[in-house]
């Protein structure tokens, strides 16, 4: 099976903790993204990556990190400098981040919740 | 302002008819539009994916793009009780290496 997976569906946190949420993918995309979701909102970019050893800040980068070793991965740590995480996480992927090709593709989701 | 608007619903409509949902933007650099359906916590799945003005057909779905009014559309015909989801507007220009999004519009298909 191709897809997204983003690992755990749940994550219970504690304020003053840093957190990182997985997302791993096989479909052979270079791009890679991760959005926030709060309720009645859409999606905000966080960070986002067009290769290997390379990412961007998007909107909302203040209190996350990322790093991407791998193709297929795009990890997303959530730190304690993030003022209010509790949200819906979404990593996303997409064969390349140009103006071609960019159909996103999403993950389930990490549901984030601090206590 | 929002760079792209949409109204968040709810819309109720019953089986069988013909929904229409919009957004509106402001960022006359937009290019690529896609829908996105959304189920209650789940990720977002890519509906339909249109390139600058025009209609695009798929099945029940037709999505509309006219960037003179900087304004699209997403129609679902025949609407069915497993279309009720959220529906999310996409937007991307040439420039930025990433997807704008709307907020999303609740809908609610009775049977």
């Known amino acids: 099976d191709g897809g997204i997976t983003q690992s755990p569906k749940y994550l219970f946190r504690k304020e003053g903790q840093n957190v990182t949420l997985s997302c791993e993918q096989n479909?052979?995309?270079?791009?890679m993204y991760w959005y926030r979701q709060d309720p009645g909102q859409g999606l905000r970019l966080i960070y986002y990556?067009?290769?290997?050893?390379?990412?961007q800040k998007g909107d909302i980068a203040e209190g996350y990190s990322v790093s991407r070793e791998k193709k297929e991965s795009f990890p997303l740590t959530v730190t304690s400098a993030q003022k209010n995480p509790t949200a819906f996480y979404l990593c996303?992927?997409?064969?390349?981040?140009?103006?071609?090709?960019?159909?996103?593709?999403f993950g389930p989701g990490t549901r984030l919740t601090v206590l | 302002q929002k760079e792209v608007e949409q109204d968040p619903g709810p819309l109720s409509v019953p089986e069988g008819a013909i929904v229409s949902l919009n957004c509106t933007y402001s960022?006359?650099?937009?290019?690529?539009f896609m829908w996105y359906r959304q189920y209650s916590r789940k990720g977002p799945e890519l509906l339909m994916y249109t390139y600058s003005s025009g209609n695009k057909e798929d099945g029940r779905f037709t999505a509309q793009v006219d960037k003179s009014s900087k304004y699209i559309s997403l129609f679902i015909r025949d609407s069915q009780p497993s279309d009720s989801a959220t529906y999310l507007c996409?937007?991307?220009?040439?420039?930025?290496?990433?997807?704008?999004f709307g907020s999303g519009t609740r809908l609610q298909v009775q049977p």
């Open positions: 479909l052979n995309h270079d791009a």
């Open positions: 960022n006359s650099a937009f290019q690529y």
């Open positions: 996303a992927s997409s064969v390349a981040a140009g103006v071609r090709n960019n159909e996103q593709f």
């Open positions: 996409a937007m991307m220009d040439t420039g930025r290496r990433a997807l704008t």
């Open positions: 990556s067009q290769i290997v050893n390379d990412f």
